[in-house]
């Protein structure tokens, strides 16, 4: 198994930052608890794992993570958590990193047909903003579009927006797909997605 800098220093060579997930660790009364602890945490052999430094007089355990591939941290840090709780020790996430600057941020680009007032605008946002897959999400009448920002890949995400959509008595398909650049730590997916009201 690869050392921790040198998994690190792969890690940086990729152009991907490093996450920090905190945890309270409670239990632990000397080095063996500690050692316990790191144990678990490297026996996961997760390959998003970067380094795990645990200190015993804060209660505390740090991890550096590479984002996970399925976009989903909180998944990744309860597996965690568990496997902590599983040594006989009690554990509580304390902090999460607010963004996640290495997993590929998507954005959908919808074309959307049948809006004709504020209601409908309304609409569309609320059904979106419900997704737990939705980070952000834009309408405009005029230009009868949308700009829907995600937390995962688009590939993942496309189903459950087209069903979304026309659960709001709207019909979606994927119209064409492409990329564009957001900012110098993330690349994004665009998928267009042209939608007709159902019920024409």
């Known amino acids: 198994m690869a050392s921790p800098l040198?998994?690190?220093?792969?890690?940086?060579?990729?152009g991907m930052s490093t996450l920090e997930v905190e945890f309270e660790v409670l239990g632990m009364k000397c080095g063996s608890c500690v050692s316990?602890?790191?144990?678990?945490?490297?026996?996961?052999?997760?390959?998003e794992l970067i380094d795990v430094r645990v200190n015993l007089l804060s209660e505390s355990a740090s991890v550096s993570l590479r984002a996970p591939k399925d976009g989903d941290l909180d998944a990744l840090a309860e597996n965690i958590r568990q496997a902590i709780v599983a040594k006989g020790l009690q554990a509580t996430v304390t902090k999460m990193p607010e963004r996640q600057p290495q997993t590929i941020s998507n954005i959908l680009q919808l074309e959307v047909l049948g809006m004709s007032c504020g209601s409908c605008v309304a609409a569309v946002e609320r059904a979106l903003r419900a997704m737990d897959v939705v980070e952000d999400v834009s309408v405009n009448l005029l230009a009868e579009s949308a700009s829907v920002r995600l937390k995962v890949s688009a590939k993942e995400a496309v189903d459950r927006v087209l069903e979304a959509v026309e659960d709001i008595g709207f019909q979606a398909s994927v119209k064409s797909r492409g990329e564009a650049p957001s900012g110098p730590a993330e690349e994004e997916e665009a998928i267009i997605l042209a939608v007709a009201n159902a019920a024409e």
């Open 36 to 47: 316990k602890v790191e144990r678990a945490v490297r026996g996961l052999d997760l390959s």
């Open 6 to 14: 040198l998994s690190e220093a792969a890690a940086t060579a990729e």
